[in-house]
């Protein structure tokens, strides 16, 4: 899938990318994260948005866990590949 904004200068496809990536709430639930399945999905558009976003929604948020478990669960979702 082809997306207009990668025609964009790189600098100001990552002011995109931070204006959607940080501040985040990132707080678990015993499902998962709130934010995990609305704002991260801009990590699956296409490939090339993929690789510019990937790392930035966890190098630029905090993530906070109420167990132990979710967090394991968390982690565990993004090792199994």
Do not use: C
């Amino acid at each position: 899938m082809y997306s207009p904004l990668l025609n964009f200068p790189a600098e100001l496809r990552n002011e995109v990318w931070d204006y959607v990536l940080v501040g985040l709430d990132l707080s678990s639930v015993t499902t998962g994260l709130y934010a995990e399945t609305n704002t991260l999905s801009i990590l699956f558009v296409n490939r090339q948005i993929h690789e510019e976003t990937n790392l930035l929604a966890y190098s630029l948020n905090t993530f906070t866990f109420k167990w132990l478990q979710d967090m394991n669960t968390f982690l565990a979702r993004r090792t199994a590949q």
